[in-house]
């Protein structure tokens, strides 16, 4: 797989590669995979980064577990993770074993997942968003909220893929 890379100022920026789901493979072991190889190309150390979880449940269905496995899997690895959801109050994520916020802010997280759609993380928020977040911030986006090179020129490596 052939790997981009974007000018961002006076440094490159690598754009990762679009992950792929082999058969047998649960994609959300593979979200935290490419969250934790991210965080790494990024230059963070998973055990001391932290990342917030944006959408808790599926708007459709409201099943929570593909993301309670996110959770528990980055957990695993050591990577703090908060949740937020805009469509949801404390009652309906208290399954969920995470801290809640109850408004967004994205400031000193080192990463987001988009796992539904957030009208504050899309690519005419990444302005913004590089703003709040930590230097070398990343995004795995599993909504196509994020255009990957337009994110790179804003020094913000994201990953995006259709992957739950």
């Not at 490419?34 to 190309?41: E, G």
């Not at 469509?87 to 916020?101: F, G, H, M, N, P």
Request: contains cysteine; proline residues 5%.
């Amino acid at each position: 797989m052939s790997q981009d890379h974007t000018q961002s100022g006076s440094e490159t920026v690598e754009e990762v590669p679009r992950p792929t789901i082999s058969s047998g493979e649960s994609p959300t072991s593979n979200v935290t995979a490419v969250t934790v190889n991210t965080l790494a190309r990024a230059g963070k150390h998973p055990a001391s980064s932290r990342v917030l979880v944006v959408g808790l449940r599926d708007p459709d269905t409201g099943n929570d577990a593909h993301v309670r496995t996110i959770v528990e899997c980055l957990d695993k690895e050591g990577v703090e993770v908060v949740g937020y959801d805009r469509r949801l109050d404390a009652e309906a994520t208290a399954s969920l074993d995470v801290e809640i916020q109850d408004s967004l802010s994205l400031d000193d997280f080192d990463g987001v997942i988009l796992t539904t759609p957030d009208p504050a993380c899309t690519t005419d928020e990444l302005d913004s968003m590089a703003t709040a977040l930590c230097g070398h911030p990343i995004v795995v986006d599993l909504t196509g909220s994020i255009d990957v090179r337009a994110a790179a020129e804003h020094g913000i490596t994201a990953v995006s893929y259709w992957g739950v």
